[in-house]
Nanobody
Framework: QVQLVESGGGLVQPGGSLRLSCAAS????????MGWYRQAPGKQRELVAS???????NSADSAKGRFTISRDNAKNTVYLQMNSLKPEDTAVYYC?????????WGKGTLVTVSS
């Protein structure tokens, strides 16, 4: 079993920055992919960015140039540095871990971008 705990969400003004963290615990395999997804009210959950344990990254067009995903394998933690935030980035941000055929989700952290 794997548990994921997100932190770092909150209220920020447009143009501001936030750093999200997701700590994984439990039976973590050496090879896995961790990522951030978000779901805005009335919309489907969508990928923001992901990173494998080898460091390969993938990100949505909306995140490129503004958001950076990174991870600390020793701590089983993934980070999402979000800069130049826009009101349309407002959403609940979820952490996901995939290993073998299994996928695990965190409970989410709310990011609100508003003046």
């Amino acid at each position: 079993q794997v548990q994921l705990v997100e932190s770092g969400g909150g209220l920020v003004q447009p143009g501001g920055s936030l750093r999200l963290s997701c700590a994984a615990s439990g039976r973590i395999l050496r090879f896995n992919r961790m990522g951030w997804y978000r779901q805005a009210p009335g919309k489907q959950r969508e990928l923001v960015a992901s990173i494998t344990s080898a460091g390969a990254t993938n990100s949505a067009d909306s995140a490129k140039g503004r958001f950076t995903i990174s991870r600390d394998n020793a701590k089983n933690t993934v980070y999402l540095q979000m800069n130049s935030l826009k009101p349309e980035d407002t959403a609940v941000y979820y952490c996901k871990l995939e290993q073998t055929t299994m996928a695990y989700w965190g409970k989410g952290t709310l990011v609100t971008v508003s003046s």
